[in-house]
């Protein structure tokens, strides 16, 4: 209070630098928070698509917070959120927090959750069966984070072929961005019963309402849904007998083949480690990490690490997760206990340790 009996006032930031600045870099479960500050505030964080990209951009920057979706036969068949910080613990068997991920789904997908794609924190659920309403495997595009979402329009509808629903084989979704576009895509390869072998290709671009058709995959049916990385979608192809990698540029809209290193392992996995492609290749008894450090060159595979199995007591490791720190999240199925588990990797003392969780119905 000033010699006058006045109170002084208290000097305010421009909302311009507020909302650029300092929003930006809050966590998400802060943001939600301030949404019920006030209707600007509500409208940017949740519906402004320049504020959502330099918030993801600032989030990369920043390191915030990461989580893992493990699929498990809970309530709505829907998934757990487990905050990745959880497993890198320096306790030898370290617990995990699990909350179940709150998605606004409505019960017409009474149907078992087969796939999950992510891509810059939105999810691409994909369900097994059919709905009289969404037609043959309902994919549904999520945000977890403001619990929005919206179904694809059936994809029957679009294919260039008719096809009955006895017909379809199988069918593989893959979720990614377009960076020159600036749109995301979700991709479907359709395989068929036919002495053909049609692998058929739809795309959707978020903003729109309907599939296109594109070119037919080349090349025979891929292992499982792709990987992103850095404005391709990747999938590994013949991986129990000549295995390769087959690219689709999501601005060209135009396949490829990848160049690989020269491994003779049993089993093959592709995944991503720090916006390079990764190749996790498992043998009777170790599991190798490669990395693609520049994308498209051959000559920049190099071999991260060679994990052995601990006791022979695991088959079909599935690595999830690298972190800085170079420690590996990899989930296993445990012969002796016969269920699913995850593990971590030290990378630097060779330490294997396996955290405490109570739900793993199986690691999609």
Known sequence: MGSTGTIASLPSLPMELVEEEIL???PVKILLQLRCVCKSWRSLISDDPKFTKKHLCMSKILKQQQHLILNVPIGSRLSLDCPLSDFFSDISNPTVTQTQLNIPISNSWNHPLSQICSCDGLLCLTFDGRSRTFGERPAVLCNP??????TLPPLENHRKREYSYREVKSCLFSFGYDHVNDVYKVIAISCFKDKHKVKEVDVYTLGTNNWRSIQDFPYSSPFKHGV???????????????????????????????????????????????????????????????????YGIKESWTKLYNVPYVENQYTSPKTLYISDDDQMLFGFYDLVNLKSKLAVYNSKNGNVKIPNIQYIDSLI
């Open 24 to 26: 930006c870099r809050l």
């Open 145 to 150: 984070s403001l619990r929005k979402y919206s």
């Open 228 to 294: 992103f990385v850095g404005g391709t979608v990747n999938w590994l192809v013949d991986p129990y007998s000549s295995p390769f990698i087959v690219s689709l540029d999501l601005k060209t809209e135009s396949y490829q083949k990848i160049s690989q290193p020269d491994l003779k392992m049993d089993l093959w996995a592709l995944g991503m480690f720090r916006d390079c492609l990764c190749i996790f290749a498992n043998s009777t008894m170790f599991l190798d990490v490669w990395i693609m450090k520049e």
